[in-house]
C-alpha cells in the first residue's frame, strides 16, 4: 500500500476487528482505494483485475484478490452497494490509523463503520454493527 497515494480504508468485519469488536470472524480484508491508487497497486502486486460475478447488491469499477497475506484480501475501486434500486458509492468521510505489527493500515472512525455496515442490511452486516457498537 505504500504506493497508494489518495486515502483507503479497510472496511466491514476486518475494520470492525481492529476496532476491537468481538467474536468477529474475518474472512477477509475489504480495502477500499481509488481508481488511480488501484491501477498502480495491482502491477505492483502482479495482480490481475477480475470481473466479480454479479452481485445485487454489491460492485465495484475495479476489483481484485491479493492471496499471498494469511488472510485474502480484496482490493476494491469505485464500490458501490444497492439500496432498493439505487446504487450508492461507499466512500468513508473519517479516516483513523491502526498500528497492526509494523504496518499503519486505516479504518473509518467507529460510528461511520457502524453506519456503513449497518447499510449494507444482510444479517452478518447487522451483527456486525451491533457487535461493534458493543466493543465501545
Same mark, same amino acid.
Given at each position: ?5 489518495? &486515502?483507503?480504508? =479497510? ?12 467474536? =468477529?470472524?474475518?474472512? @477477509? ?19 490481475? &483485475? ?11 469499477? =475495479? ?10 484480501? @480484496?482490493?476494491?475501486? /469505485?464500490? $458501490?452497494?444497492?439500496? /432498493? $434500486?439505487?446504487?450508492?458509492?461507499? *466512500? ?8 497492526? /505489527? ?9 460510528? $461511520?463503520?457502524?453506519? =456503513?455496515?449497518?447499510?449494507? /442490511? *444482510?444479517?452478518? @452486516?447487522?451483527? *456486525?454493527? *451491533? ?6
Amino acid at each position: 500500500m505504500e504506493v497508494a497515494r489518495d &486515502p483507503w480504508w =479497510i472496511i466491514a468485519s476486518a475494520a470492525a476487528a481492529l476496532h476491537g469488536a468481538s467474536p =468477529i470472524t474475518v474472512a @477477509d480484508v475489504d480495502v477500499l482505494l481509488s481508481v488511480a491508487d488501484i491501477s498502480r497497486i495491482l502491477p505492483a502486486l502482479g495482480i490481475e &483485475p477480475y470481473q466479480g460475478l454479479p452481485n445485487p447488491l454489491f460492485r465495484s469499477t =475495479i476489483l481484485a484478490k491479493w492471496l499471498a497475506p494469511p488472510v485474502p484480501v @480484496d482490493l476494491m475501486a /469505485g464500490f $458501490e452497494h444497492r439500496v /432498493g $434500486e439505487a446504487w450508492h458509492p461507499v *466512500r468513508p468521510a473519517t479516516r483513523q490509523a491502526v498500528t497492526v /505489527g509494523a504496518a499503519t493500515v486505516y479504518v473509518p472512525e467507529r460510528n $461511520e463503520l457502524k453506519r =456503513i455496515i449497518e447499510s449494507f /442490511g *444482510r444479517p452478518k @452486516d447487522l451483527e *456486525r454493527a *451491533r457487535l461493534l457498537a458493543a466493543s465501545t
